[in-house]
């Protein structure tokens, strides 16, 4: 009866390991997923600072050459 018991918690015991086992592999999925996204995002900040800093010069430059 007491091995009963044992075996019956020992098989709990290693269920629970392996759904956290599992719910470990799903968050680093997620959490790698979100790292991406995140650098995606960063690159299209950058991407936008440029073409924003580019027409600026351009206009600059058109501005100065039409004072001229």
């Known amino acids: 009866m007491e091995s009963e018991n044992l075996t019956r918690l020992l098989q709990d015991a ?13 968050r ?4 790698s997923k979100a790292r991406d996204a995140r650098i995606a995002a960063e690159v ?5 600072e440029n073409l924003v ?11 100065a050459n039409a004072k001229n």
């Open 53 to 63: 800093a580019n027409l600026q010069r351009e206009m600059k430059a058109k501005h």
């Open 44 to 48: 299209d900040v950058k991407v936008a």
């Open 28 to 31: 680093e999925s997620e959490l």
């Open 14 to 26: 290693e269920r629970r390991l392996q759904e956290a086992k599992f719910n470990l592999l799903l």
